[in-house]
């Protein structure tokens, strides 16, 4: 434990060297360090002048299992800092504020004990742990069971799969199917919310959402056509998934009629009850849209739908807990009977996704070249400087104020560009997560002989851009293919795609919000040339 002081107005910049201090003492990485400082500035000053707080009491914290935490405790009124901003506006001051402080909201806890208002920050990230820890249990799970294969009789390699393997993954996949319902009701009602919020924002809004929803639509044109060149002759079953031919012929023989009818529930209670996740997603969307109609009279009830979001996506986090564990014995299963041809299906997928960020790629260029004419290589340039960032910590949200910074600084946009464009667009902008979502899915439907034809490709493309919102991309997957009668035990092997999935989905993220951004400022003539082009 660190030693405590206390943070007022007149030692504010001494107290966050201190916070910096103790951080580097503890062997804190810098990108953690930033986003601490940066929420601990956003907490303290909401302290002070909403909670009339006089001063702020702060204290590292190092807690079991070396997980570093900061502790900011004031005397004051109840106010709760976490709460969100009801109206945003481009001139509001804390438009951007409540953004940084929405996305970090997992890392966030208020208490109101004794008089006082505590807010405790989770300091230290372990998106690089997590990382780290699943490439080793997708190593040593494949090593295991080619050895276990060599050495043992394939009885044993049975009882082995019968008595710890599946019940340890069937299991896990009961725990993960008890929480998708909630996890994708509430998320998808916040990403309304959030999109609306955003959207209300007047000319400027509406033109930098086409452009990201143009960047995300050829994204998914991209990904479907380099699946089909990929997976067209068909992609080899995994014997540790449910065969082909378990699934039901009426499962193949799919209708796009049938499908838009049944989106439509006949109550409330049993989509939850019968886990008809787009049910789920329709009941979601039209209560969101319901919600944002009423405008601040409810706005206690939105507050607690986020709070309802948070408790579930803290679910999956914990449940994400046991998923390097999971992935192993998964991996020891496949390598039973298909190690290589795992292996080789999912690099083939992660290859075909660069292939898709490349293309992605090019079309920004020419973006940037078309609508923003504007030559796109300085951005190219220095936009690479945000990317090791953005893969290490697999968030946009902990890279937005190096976005801003960057913007301002070396792209030359002007500061009432990027204040409001920045924070929007990693909330609209999923064209990098639709990437992997497409992709995957298209690829376990081939897996299962199930053709793409026209009515499928609206309604991968459709699900997708909606699910890329708020779910986890691979509930995204499952729930996808699982209309077309995909088993729900693909979610098992797509975990260990989404470790590096994820991350390559964060980058091209970045990339395209700030492509969008320096067309926007270009087109609203708020691009200083001189910086941007300078060395």
């Known amino acids: 434990m660190q030693k405590n002081f206390f943070m007022d107005a007149e030692n504010f910049s001494d107290a966050q060297e201190a916070i910096e201090h103790q951080l580097k003492q503890l062997d804190v990485k810098i990108e953690d360090i930033l986003r601490a400082q940066l929420l601990v500035e956003e907490i303290f000053w909401r302290m002070i002048k909403q909670g009339r707080a006089a001063k702020v009491e702060v204290q590292v914290v190092k807690q079991y299992l070396g997980k570093i935490q900061i502790q900011m405790t004031a005397e004051g009124t109840p106010y709760n800092p976490l709460i969100e901003v009801a109206d945003w506006s481009e001139d509001d001051e804390d438009y951007y504020t409540a953004i940084i402080l929405k996305g970090n909201r997992h890392r966030l806890n208020w208490l109101r004990k004794n008089n006082l208002n505590a807010v405790t920050i989770d300091v230290s990230g372990e998106t690089n742990r997590q990382l780290w820890l699943l490439i080793a249990a997708i190593v040593s799970g494949l090593i295991c069971g080619v050895v276990m294969k060599e050495i043992l009789l394939p009885e044993t390699i049975a009882l082995i799969n019968d008595n710890a393997i599946m019940p340890i993954q069937t299991m896990f996949m009961n725990a993960l199917s008890m929480i998708i319902a909630p996890v994708v009701f509430f998320s998808i009602i916040s990403g309304v919310t959030g999109i609306s919020k955003g959207t209300g924002i007047g000319r400027i809004g509406l033109k930098l959402i086409s452009y990201s929803l143009c960047l995300m639509i050829v994204s998914v044109c991209f990904s479907h056509v380099v699946a089909w060149i990929f997976f067209e002759g068909g992609v080899p079953q995994i014997n540790a998934l449910p065969a082909a031919a378990e699934i039901s012929a009426d499962a193949k023989q799919f209708s796009f009629i049938k499908f838009i009818v049944d989106i439509i529930p006949g109550d409330f209670v049993s989509p939850v009850a019968e886990g008809k996740v787009l049910q789920i997603l329709f009941i979601a969307v039209f209560f969101g849209i319901a919600l944002n109609s009423l405008g601040d009279k409810i706005s206690n009830f939105k507050e607690l739908l986020g709070n309802l979001n948070d408790i579930f996506m803290k679910m999956i986090s914990l449940l994400m807990f046991f998923m390097p564990l999971v992935v192993f014995f998964l991996m020891m299963n ?93 909330t609209f902008n999923t064209a990098g997560s639709l990437i992997c979502i497409v992709m995957a899915s298209v690829m376990f439907l081939r897996m299962y002989s199930i053709e793409i034809d026209v009515h499928a490709f609206v309604i991968i493309s459709f699900l997708a851009i909606m699910f890329s919102f708020g779910a986890p991309d691979f509930i995204s997957v499952t729930i996808i293919a699982g209309n077309f009668g995909v088993p729900a035990e693909i979610a098992a092997l797509m975990f260990c795609i989404d470790a590096l999935s994820d991350r390559l989905g964060t980058c091209v993220n970045v990339f395209s919000n700030m492509s969008a951004t320096l067309t926007l400022a270009r087109t609203e003539n708020l691009l200083d040339e001189k910086i941007y082009f300078s060395s």
């Not at 936009?383 to 968030?395: G, I, N, Q, R, Y």
Request: aromatic share 10%.
């Open 334 to 426: 496949l390598a039973f009977d298909t190690a290589a041809e795992t292996l080789m299906l999912i690099s083939k997928l992660l290859f075909g996704e660069l292939i898709v960020i490349a293309l992605l790629l090019v079309f920004c260029a020419i973006f940037i070249r078309y609508v923003g004419k504007i030559s796109s290589t300085p951005f190219f340039r220095k936009d690479s400087e945000v990317l090791p960032t953005t893969f290490a910590t697999s968030s946009s949200i902990t890279v937005m104020p190096s976005m801003m910074k960057l913007c301002t600084n070396k792209l030359g946009i002007a500061p009432k560009i990027s204040s409001f464009s920045i924070p929007l667009s990693v």
